[in-house]
């Protein structure tokens, strides 16, 4: 379906098309009618189908420029926020919306002035609930609440910052809930904050004939020696390098640096500039690896991915299919490539029993063993311990000496 057949307003039509935006997905096709017509909706979908222009194109139809904050858009991390408004503003463009962002880690103070101005607010659960405490922003005029990735913010351990939230916001409201997957875990969530919501589920998982996948069953030892030969035979325009915690994300970042393979790290525990500064690289294609757990892994729309490597296997199964789903999007092909370990294989099992996946084993050629260096900050903290040993040693034993 063509957007200027959903009746939305011309200012936003006009955004639309000056992005090249023209025709609808299915999971936009399906949902944005019922959202205009106040539904509230509950979306599930395959990663990359564009579920943020799902809600977001109209949640910024629907809003009213000047009439204070209408609509409240949580996400899970810092990145997912910043490209939902980024998105949003794009939008809106002619419409004029300001779209105030909300994350830690920075000033209050410019989110406060920001929220003057603003009729929509996307931010992380956490802050969010810091400025409600502080009486920071008014919301009785909220008309949309917005749960983007609510499955990755329940693992995250948000659930209570969004209950909390939840229950200071007006009840007349339309509650829009997206996310690639619907565990269990979320049902309650459903139930709660939705009345009589209507459910779009399109496909799930990219399809076989645009990402192929392949394992390869490889001695731990020679795990990391594997992956400098797949990156080199495979040569990646962009690849995601995706590791199960931040000090795994830092060893094979330094080793692959020291390999002479240029190398960027993400995860939680950089700073939020380094954290903006390694994605913009990235997506403008002047880094071409990106090493990162998967806080890289949700709703992050970065185009032109060649690769995934799974240098760890993740132990959800469904984490699994939102990292290969970086890869393969909007019709492009793709190649997800998982070093499996034997402590893998159960993992493994799991996620070809849960989605059906044709997994293939991935021929490998003779390839040679590079040096991988684990505890670098400990050999230079013992480098230091033993030479101010032995200084001590000797600054005592020269002491002694003109003593006597």
């Not at 910043?82 to 103070?109: A, H």
């Not at 910052?161 to 997957?181: G, M, V, W, Y």
């Amino acid at each position: 379906m063509k957007f200027e057949n959903m009746n939305i307003e011309k200012n936003v039509l006009d955004s639309l098309s000056d992005m090249g935006f023209e025709q609808s997905t299915r999971i936009q096709s399906e949902t944005i009618p019922l959202i205009k017509m106040g539904h509230d909706v509950i979306g599930q979908s395959e990663t990359g189908s564009g579920k943020t222009a799902a809600f977001g194109i109209p949640v910024v139809d629907k809003v009213t420029k000047g009439k204070g904050i209408q609509a409240l858009i949580l996400a899970p991390t810092r990145e997912l926020a910043l490209q939902i408004s980024s998105n949003l503003k794009k939008f809106s463009q002619l419409k004029g919306l300001y779209i105030q962002t909300v994350y830690g880690g920075v000033p209050m103070g410019p989110q406060i002035n920001g929220f003057k101005r603003a009729e929509i607010i996307v931010g992380t659960p956490g802050r969010m609930l810091d400025h409600m405490r502080r009486g920071n922003l008014n919301l009785s005029k909220l008309s949309f609440f917005v749960l983007d990735e609510a499955d990755k913010m329940i693992n995250m351990g948000f659930i209570d910052d969004i209950e909390t939230i939840e229950r200071h916001i007006p009840k007349n409201r339309q509650t829009l809930l997206f996310s690639a997957t619907m565990p269990r875990t979320l049902n309650e969530i459903r139930e709660r904050f939705t009345k009589n919501a209507k459910k779009v589920k399109t496909k799930t998982k990219v399809g076989e004939n645009v990402l192929k996948q392949y394992y390869c069953d490889i001695d731990h030892r020679k795990k990391f020696s594997l992956l400098v030969h797949l990156i080199k035979e495979e040569n990646p325009e962009l690849a995601i390098i995706f590791c199960n915690s931040r000090r795994d994300v830092d060893l094979v970042g330094k080793n692959l640096r020291d390999n002479g393979i240029k190398a960027k790290t993400l995860h939680g525990g950089l700073s939020q500039q380094r954290r903006e500064k390694v994605l913009k690289d990235f997506n403008d294609g002047i880094t071409r690896l990106l090493v990162a757990t998967d806080v890289a892994a949700r709703g992050l729309d970065i185009k032109n991915i060649t690769h995934i490597f799974n240098y760890n296997i993740p132990k959800n199964p469904e984490e699994y299919v939102n990292r290969i789903g970086r890869t393969a999007r909007a019709g492009e092909t793709g190649k997800a490539i998982s070093l499996l370990i034997k402590d893998d294989q159960g993992s493994m099992r799991k996620i070809i029993e849960k989605y059906s996946y044709n997994i293939e084993k991935m021929k490998i050629s003779e390839f040679r063993i590079v040096p991988f260096r684990r505890n670098q900050s400990n050999r230079r903290e013992s480098f230091h311990r033993n030479f101010k040993k032995s200084f001590n040693r000797g600054f005592n034993k020269n002491r002694r000496y003109h003593r006597n």
